[in-house]
Structures are given as C-alpha cells and as structure tokens.
C-alpha cells in the first residue's frame, strides 16, 4: 500500500492541501514531463557550474546554492505557477491572506560527503511567530533522482502539529522520488536536507510561498526590479510582490507597484485606494451621516 502523502498527478491543490494539513508534507512523483524537466536542468546548469560552496554551519560547506532562480530560467518562472505547487499554496494559505506571494527561489546542491542539515522549521524566520494557521509552503522541485543516499529531504510527518524540536531520527521519512517530481512541505514541520553519501551531486529546487502580509525571505524588488519583472507575465509579477494588497498595503507613492512595470513614463497622479467593497460602504455611509449632520458640509 502506498504511502498516504504520495500523490498522483490527478491530484487537485485541494487534495494536496489535505494531505499536508494531515501531514504536513506531500510527494507528487513526476509531476513535471520530459521537455519540461529537461528545459529546467539546462538553463539552471551552467548556474549551478558557477555557485560556490555555502558559508557557515547551516547552509552547508559543501552544499552550493544561489537564488533569485526566475531571473535565470524562463522554465522556473513556469514552476511558480504550476498547479501542483502554487494551486496547493492556494489552497492551504489563500484563505488567510489578500493573496499569497512567493517566499523565495532557491537552487540546491548538495555535494558528496555533505553532512545533512541540522532538522527545522522554515516559519521561524519570522522568529517564531505564533499563528493559527499555516503562513509558509515550500515546493521542492527535483532536478536529479532523490534517494536516501544522495541528500533526499527528510520530513518528519505530523511534527507540524508539535512545538517540541526532539524528535527521533528513525521517524524521519526521506523523499525519495525520480527526477522530475516535487515534494511539497509545510513551514511547520520539521525537516532538513539529507546527507549526502553517494558519488554524485543531489540538485533540487524549492519555490516557497507565504501569506501576501508577511516579509518574504528573498528580497522581491532587488531580486526582481522592475526591468526584469516587466518581463515576467502577469500572474507571476503579482506573485513576487508587484500588486497592491487592501486597502493600502505594499503601495508605492500611494499607487499599485505594477505600475512600475509600465516601460512609459508615469504621469503624476494622486494616492489611489484598494478598498474592499465592505469598506467601501461604510466610508460611504459615514460621509452621509456627516452630509445629513453638518450643513455647511453642503
């Protein structure tokens, strides 16, 4: 019998948004196809041939990494909307949120005689904020096989659900899964990258999201000014930050940073608002009671 978090790709967002709530994590073995996931592994290569090892404790001394992953792959960009993942980020973390945004992009590498990481939880870059519900997905893409040899992620199912960080190695359950599949986990659950005994490299890459309000972890508009982000389609221009949430946050000069996206000069304009509708009606309902109240507002 199959394992409860593997899914098929008849999976919708919702039904992997179930699976994580139970578990915290979900396997969708070759979610990508041949062309896709070959596209992926060519325009990424010459990158990863470029990185160098990490520095400190944490990242890995001999694991290499770089970011800013949309700048450098068209194929990427495809990702972050994949339904897989960004359906499933819909599902677990749109409800709590204007909209959700993409946390970050990041390129792993994980080299021969690489120690695996030391377990966490991706959610407490924000310093161990307590919220009810979910505030962080993370999509980890395989490039290369993942195997329990060569670095695969390794989740501890459920411990989403627990504060407690010591937690028995033998629970950990590696993501094994053929090159082209994703992994899906929560900021919550405990997890790290695996060792890495083999002969070869291990590559992989995560797409995070989290709630539009949160501060992302990679800098969107320095990792995507607006003369890159112009480029990108729209949806994807929203998602790393090129939107205006209601009523007012992440405006720029009081406008929508989308426009920033216009090649065009901008003519000088006033503040504009985002309000909801239900906002909306009770300004409109104050400003009458004034109208009604106050004669010389006539």
């Not at 919708?12 to 699976?19: H, S």
């Not at 002969?199 to 539009?212: D, Q």
Request: glycine share 8%; hydrophobic share 45%.
């Amino acid at each position: 019998m199959a394992d409860p978090w593997i899914l098929d790709t008849a999976a919708t967002g919702e039904d992997i948004a179930a699976v994580l709530r139970e578990f915290g994590f979900a396997i969708v073995p070759n979610a990508l196809d041949a062309a896709a996931h070959g596209a992926l592994q060519g325009e990424l290569a010459p990158h990863f041939a470029e990185a160098e090892f990490s520095e400190g404790l944490f990242y890995g001394q001999r694991t290499r990494r770089f970011g800013r992953v949309l700048a450098r792959s068209r194929a990427a960009q495809a990702l972050a909307l994949n339904p897989f993942a960004h359906g499933a980020a819909q599902a677990l973390l749109g409800p709590h949120c204007e909209e959700i945004q993409l946390n970050l992009t990041q390129a792993i590498e994980i080299s021969p005689g690489s120690l695996s990481q030391a377990p966490h939880r991706d959610q407490d870059i924000w310093l161990g904020a307590d919220f009810p519900c979910e505030m962080m997905l993370n999509a980890m893409w395989a490039i290369d096989d993942f195997t329990s040899d060569n670095g695969a992620t390794l989740v501890w199912p459920g411990t989403h659900r627990q504060r407690d960080l010591m937690i028995p190695e033998s629970e950990g359950v590696a993501a094994v899964m053929p090159a082209g599949s994703l992994c899906l986990f929560t900021g919550s659950v405990i997890h790290n990258g695996g060792a890495n005994w083999s002969a070869a490299s291990r590559r992989g890459l995560v797409m995070s999201y989290c709630l539009g309000w949160l501060k992302p972890a990679e800098n969107p508009f320095l990792s995507y000014p607006p003369e890159v982000a112009r480029h990108f389609a729209p949806e994807l221009a929203r998602l790393v930050g090129y939107r205006q949430d209601a009523p007012s946050l992440n405006q720029v000069d009081g406008r929508c940073p989308s426009e920033l996206l216009d090649s065009r000069p901008r003519p000088t304009r006033g503040f504009a608002e985002n309000l909801k509708p239900e906002q909306e009606m009770l300004i409109a309902q104050f400003n009458e009671m004034q109208m009604a109240h106050h004669p010389l507002a006539a």
